[in-house]
């Protein structure tokens, strides 16, 4: 059961990123249409947004087969996907050089301060559990993700970031949940998983035998696990 109210002894807890811990100030096609626009390429929102969410459905993530023959890093296989996305979207792209141009300053602009937002439950409930539970941040995101966590206020409430570009493996691979536990030296039964998606985040924590918690927007927000875990400091 993914969120059990067993009171097994959970030692650390880990933390997935973005659409659990942090999320886009605005929508994905909003920011690449805005971008684009400054480098002469013209495209809208709307269809932007649709082609992302096309395109993102349909492509391994990074280090999956094939990617790993496909891609050298993660910034490859970020431009490779949006390349993809604007191509769906019927934009006309430049030349190679001023692609690679527009690319650098969309992906700079992901890791700029104010792109990305702190869940309003963030801050709150990673007072209540890092004073007593080691936490640590388990993701998919790359390496900007360190910058956008210390501007958010959110960075120094863990003791590392796992992250996947730097493991060479993409959750639910268990190759990076039996990194976290070899992080923490405990038992993976000893350790729960929050993260929002169903596959990458609650499929790979159960099959790693970590005990998870899922983030639902509207349904399960981020400060929930503390009751569903009974995780509240007994002498608050």
């Given amino acids: 059961?993914?969120?059990?109210?067993?009171?097994?002894?959970?030692?650390?807890?880990?933390?997935?990123?973005?659409?659990?811990?942090?999320?886009?100030?605005?929508?994905?096609?909003?920011?690449?249409?805005?971008?684009?626009?400054?480098?002469?390429?013209?495209?809208?929102?709307?269809?932007?947004?649709?082609?992302?969410?096309?395109?993102?459905?349909?492509?391994?993530?990074?280090?999956?087969?094939?990617?790993?023959?496909?891609?050298?890093?993660?910034?490859?296989?970020?431009?490779?996907?949006?390349?993809?996305?604007?191509?769906?979207?019927?934009?006309?792209?430049?030349?190679?050089?001023?692609?690679?141009?527009?690319?650098?300053?969309?992906?700079?602009?992901?890791?700029?301060?104010g792109t990305w937002l702190a869940d309003p439950g963030a801050v709150s409930t990673l007072e209540q559990l890092s004073s007593r539970y080691r936490c640590i941040v388990l993701s998919n995101f790359d390496g900007r993700l360190r910058r956008i966590l210390d501007d958010l206020g959110l960075l120094n409430f863990f003791e590392t970031c796992l992250l996947s570009c730097e493991l060479g493996a993409s959750k639910p691979d268990p190759a990076v949940f039996r990194a976290a536990a070899k992080w923490l030296q405990l038992a993976p039964h000893q350790i729960l998983h929050v993260g929002d998606d169903p596959l990458c985040d609650g499929e790979g924590a159960r099959a790693a035998g970590f005990a998870h918690f899922r983030v639902e927007k509207g349904r399960n927000e981020l400060g929930k696990i503390l009751d569903v875990f009974h995780l509240h400091d007994p002498n608050s």
């Fill in 1 to 113: 059961m993914s969120q059990s109210k067993s009171h097994s002894p959970i030692l650390a807890i880990t933390f997935d990123a973005a659409g659990t811990l942090i999320h886009l100030a605005e929508p994905v096609g909003v920011s690449y249409a805005r971008v684009a626009a400054e480098h002469g390429i013209e495209s809208t929102p709307d269809d932007l947004g649709k082609a992302f969410g096309s395109v993102w459905k349909r492509t391994p993530l990074p280090f999956a087969h094939p990617n790993r023959a496909t891609d050298t890093d993660e910034k490859s296989w970020w431009r490779r996907l949006v390349r993809e996305v604007f191509e769906e979207a019927g934009a006309t792209l430049p030349d190679e050089e001023r692609f690679d141009t527009f690319f650098e300053a969309l992906y700079l602009h992901f890791e700029s301060p």
